[in-house]
């Protein structure tokens, strides 16, 4: 991995996966190990429309967020290095995941269903999980492992320190 004289990777390094992974989480402690800034991409896209995720949805649909996530995703990669943190269904979208995959390093968390729908239920803040049953989501999850497959490293986790997630990533990353 090419990096600056600080040790720090040259380009972004972006976290894939389901909803309720640990992207966020994981992406805060591993930007502050890299001393790099931490972005959720939700938080970017909320910030840049001056409206909730849900109120997107609500407003132009799954399309119109979609949109609005691929061109968060452009201005980032376009930017200075960092740790993104991407929504569940940002690497599904085969122009977005090419974009990351060429334009950063793309890591896949991936826990076990059981640990995702636990999380899940205990949240209120993702529109494609509100009001789907446990087989929905678990169809939901299957039919986007085989995008999140296209990343460059998968990180089994589980409900672990984060941190010990982090020092693997960062093992992993050389």
Same mark, same amino acid.
């Given at each position: ?9 040259g +380009?972004?390094?972006?976290?894939v ?22 972005v ?6 909320e ?14 649909g799954?399309?119109?967020?979609r ?15 960092s ?35 636990? +999380?899940?239920? +205990?949240s209120?803040a993702?529109?494609l ?14 039919? +986007? ?30």
């Open positions: 991995m090419a990096g600056n004289d600080a040790g720090q990777p +380009r972004s390094i972006s976290l996966g389901f909803m309720g992974a640990g992207k966020s989480k994981i992406g805060r402690l591993l930007a502050d190990r890299l001393e790099l800034p931490f959720d991409i939700d938080q970017a896209i910030t840049a429309r001056g409206m909730s995720v849900a109120a997107i949805f609500a407003a132009q799954e399309a119109g967020f949109a609005a996530e691929r061109q968060a995703i452009a201005d980032l990669l376009d930017g200075e290095p740790v993104i943190a991407l929504g569940g269904g940002a690497f599904v979208d085969p122009d977005s995941r090419a974009r990351l995959n060429a334009r950063s390093i793309t890591v896949w968390l991936d826990p076990p269903f059981e640990i995702l729908l636990s +999380r899940l239920a +205990r209120t993702r529109p999980a509100a009001g789907r049953s446990e087989s929905e989501l678990r169809a939901l999850w299957q039919d +986007r492992r085989t995008s999140y497959a296209e990343a460059q490293v998968r990180i089994v986790t589980s409900d672990g320190d984060p941190q010990g997630f982090v020092d693997e990533i960062v093992a992993r990353l050389g």
